[in-house]
Every structure is written in structure tokens, then in C-alpha cells.
Nanobody, 115 residues
Framework: QVQLVESGGGLVQAGGSLRLSCGASGSIFRYNAMGWYRQAPGKQRELVARINSGGSTAYADSVKGRFTISRENARNTVYLQMNSLKPEDTAVYYC?????????WGQGTQVTVSS
């Protein structure tokens, strides 16, 4: 009953930037956390960033200082600003929302960084 719609993926050169957006709708009352996973070929799914209901953020070491997660609570929207992109950031990025014991994912958006 939760719908997550992502946008903002694309093809960029190394050093460039992208901003991913994820809008949530449906049965949302109060979330515990929202964030982004990514899945690259040959790699395990990685938690990139998350923001909890109190606004606290956490990042994977591989993206610290380059990526920023933020939210607009009134719009049930979470963003991922990605700067200084590297080829190793190439992956499908998935938005997730956690509330109570439920976890929902978006459809994923492709990010490709050329060298």
C-alpha cells in the first residue's frame, strides 16, 4: 500500500553530479527511516544513505563527503544529492521507506558514471 516513485538517474561523466528524488504515497503514517540502496553488477547490495524520523543521517564510507540525503516531510519526499561522482558509483539506486515493521522499495533508477 506504499508507492515509491524515483527519478533523477542518468548518465554523467566522472566528477559530475546528479540529484535523485523519491516521492512516497499511500499508507504512510510515521516512518522510522528512509534511504537509498544501490546494486551494481558483481557487488552486494549496499546501503548508501539513510535518514531517520528525527533527521539523523548516516552514510556508507564510500560516499561520505560526496553524497547528501535530505527530506521534505510535508511532501513525503527524500532526495540524494550526489556530487563528485566516480565510475564505481555506477549502479541501480533504490529508494526505501521503513515504518513500523514494514519495508518498501521503489522501482530503482539507473545511475551510470563514465570515466
Amino acid at each position: 500500500q506504499v508507492q515509491l516513485v524515483e527519478s533523477g538517474g542518468g548518465l554523467v561523466q566522472a566528477g559530475g553530479s546528479l540529484r535523485l528524488s523519491c516521492g512516497a504515497s499511500g499508507s504512510i503514517f510515521r516512518y522510522n527511516a528512509m534511504g537509498w540502496y544501490r546494486q551494481a553488477p558483481g557487488k552486494q547490495r549496499e546501503l548508501v544513505a539513510r535518514i531517520n524520523s528525527g533527521g539523523s543521517t548516516a552514510y556508507a564510507d564510500s560516499v561520505k563527503g560526496r553524497f547528501t540525503i535530505s527530506r521534505e516531510n510535508a511532501r513525503n519526499t527524500v532526495y540524494l544529492q550526489m556530487n563528485s561522482l566516480k565510475p564505481e558509483d555506477t549502479a541501480v539506486y533504490y529508494c526505501y521507506l521503513n515504518q513500523m515493521e514494514r519495508l518498501d522499495w521503489g522501482q530503482g533508477t539507473q545511475v551510470t558514471v563514465s570515466s
